[in-house]
């Protein structure tokens, strides 16, 4: 569960694949019930079957719960977010969707306090179709093991 | 519930403030189940103890749930979310803390397609303390009324 | 979210529709779950199956839960509950059934009290095919303007 | 689980009392989910401090949801629930409290199907005080033995 | 709801069979939230195509927890839980299933203290096709009447 | 996620210890409204103060339930669980307690299908003052490398 992975040992282009999860309609009542967000778009199938879409779709916020909830696999004990960039939710899910979530490390930078470096983790969340869904990226604040 | 609200209806550095809500130990349980993401950080009191912040904390996409939640006042149906950018976490939700949302219309801007313009409102989560505790910038397209 | 609509203000006759909920199999699990009640209606497919309704129904309390909600739309805060009376379940909901609710001001009288008087609302929730299934009245005990 | 107590077997002022439950947070936060209904009453233990309650109150419609759940211990199957009369809520309950429900039968009458009766039951809901929190009257069709 | 019923009124071979419940995909997901298990087995639908049982199942210990809950129909006071034997899942539960326990007494046999007597009740789920899908033994300590 | 640990690479004696987790009253809450078991000795507090123990406690199949969930940090391929043995419940486990397992390879046996061995696992959870507060025995199918 608890890790230790610094700065340096970050390497630049390498991704990985977490687990796969399917959004069920219960995500999207629960969802609804912890955020409040109860619009139409979500909660009223027979209005959304007078939209574009058709079907009711999965709550921005509850994707990205989901896509960077998978991500969490460990805990990197020098490691601690910084924030996200560019979040984009470019494909509406569906109820009954399966989505995935692959992680790039794509960038390193020096950070004002030298003991630390920024890592930029592009974060791609896809469908079952391998079509993206949401993207962003998941800025670290990470300890230089060679201060 | 639905409105229709412009391009040229939205008013530079207007803002608005939405109810508030207190962040429970539930809402922190149920996003746990949610998220799939249980570290200790959220869920282990014991090892909460042995941290700087000494107790559990919210879940990042909790705050940002229970914060964009707060906002979803209405349907605009001439607009859509682009995306949000500069996303930061700057302080730490403990159970029982209250937020409540700003949202300022920062920026208007032109977009490729002609008949949508670029709207950034900056999105600002403050605790009972009126501290800052999460912050965005949310980038909606909205139709112009004059095309 | 505050607003302040005086006794006077309410005008005899008029009504609002609220936006629609598609009541879903998550709805009835939660509800059974916070109810304590896991009566066969609701919770035993096989059972239904052998009853003239054929399929689960949503529990009473659920519809009565969902269709207040749904009204909730703001807080006056110079009108409080007094009551309900005359609460029918006239249809069975069924899961994938999509509710919607009717307020009409249907009564205004005096109070004992004269700084107040007493309006009363019919609740009507109807489903996706027109058909009534639940109806109450809502007594509301709301403060004059010119006491 | 499943009983038949028929029409004629209804005592009049005779009673029972349920288990009690304590209504949590928890309790508060999925009724919020539930139906939607987000008010600060509920949902913001600061708002809550400037009021006259001076905490949050569960919402009327979970009272009633844990009520009459609380009286749901078995199906008579010669029954059916016809409506509810009079339903007040008449002190607010506060997390922590613990409800018990006393269902008196009050009434017996004929109904216009000769092979039914009308029975009311008066349902009470009080707190760990003994004081009333909720009444009801609750009206059931149930099928005669001598028809 | 509470009964007494002592060592020496267990009569060994009868039985008494639950309700049922029909096992939903909501169940799965609350389960996974709360136990933390978001295996793919449970969760991954486009995954349990792959797998030789072709759909998602419900997790082992969300079997124990409504089979267990079904039998919990009153409280004996003089009885305590001792523990559990030989739990075992004999077939997968699938979304939509409904189950349904029967308890027979099995055993009855003394213990190091003459005050209680053993109980061994076998635990028996079935599904809708009266289908074994899960067993056990529950082991109760028991009040002797005459001691 | 996942892995592939054959019978022949299981070592007899070690063990690993899971990370912790604070069991709630949301926790509670929520498994009365999964397994239906609503029992005062879980749901009324009331009723707890006059008992020995005092304070509301957790249900069996809950801490089963979040004992067996933080063991499943991986899916081994090659490993089915084949049952439980001598579960027992040594001691309360009260709203915020914090609770921690720990699996010891115990046992390592053939099974009358030569490809396949028996691994017992012993599992015990431990509460934050090193008290043990439930253990079983943990039987898996495991397949041999070398068959």
């Known amino acids: 569960m608890f890790i230790k992975q610094?700065?340096?040992?970050?390497?630049?282009?390498?991704?990985?694949?977490?687990?796969?999860?399917?959004?069920?309609?219960?995500?999207?009542?629960?969802?609804?019930?912890?955020?409040?967000?109860?619009?139409?778009?979500h909660m009223d199938e027979e209005w959304c079957k007078t939209q574009p879409f058709k079907q009711r779709i999965?709550?921005?916020?509850?994707?990205?719960?989901?896509?960077?909830?998978?991500t969490a696999e460990?805990?990197?004990?020098?490691a601690m977010t910084y924030g996200y960039e560019r979040l984009r939710f470019t494909r509406p899910?569906?109820?009954?969707?399966?989505?995935?979530v692959t992680v790039t490390i794509k960038e390193k930078s020096d950070y004002r306090?030298?003991?630390y470096g920024l890592i930029t983790e592009k974060?791609?969340?896809?469908?079952?179709h391998q079509e993206l869904v949401m993207l962003?990226?998941?800025?670290?604040?990470?300890?230089?093991?060679?201060?």
Do not use: M
């Open 6 to 41: 610094y700065f340096e040992e970050f390497e630049l282009n390498s991704s990985r694949t977490t687990k796969g999860r399917t959004v069920t309609e219960t995500d999207i009542v629960l969802h609804a019930g912890q955020s409040g967000d109860f619009f139409p778009h």
């Open 136 to 147: 962003c990226d998941h800025l670290l604040l990470v300890s230089r093991k060679e201060k």
């Open 123 to 128: 974060v791609e969340v896809f469908n079952q």
């Open 113 to 115: 306090k030298p003991e």
């Open 74 to 78: 460990w805990v990197n004990e020098v």
């Open 58 to 70: 999965a709550h921005g916020t509850l994707i990205f719960t989901i896509g960077i909830g998978l």
């Open 93 to 100: 899910v569906f109820i009954g969707d399966t989505v995935k």
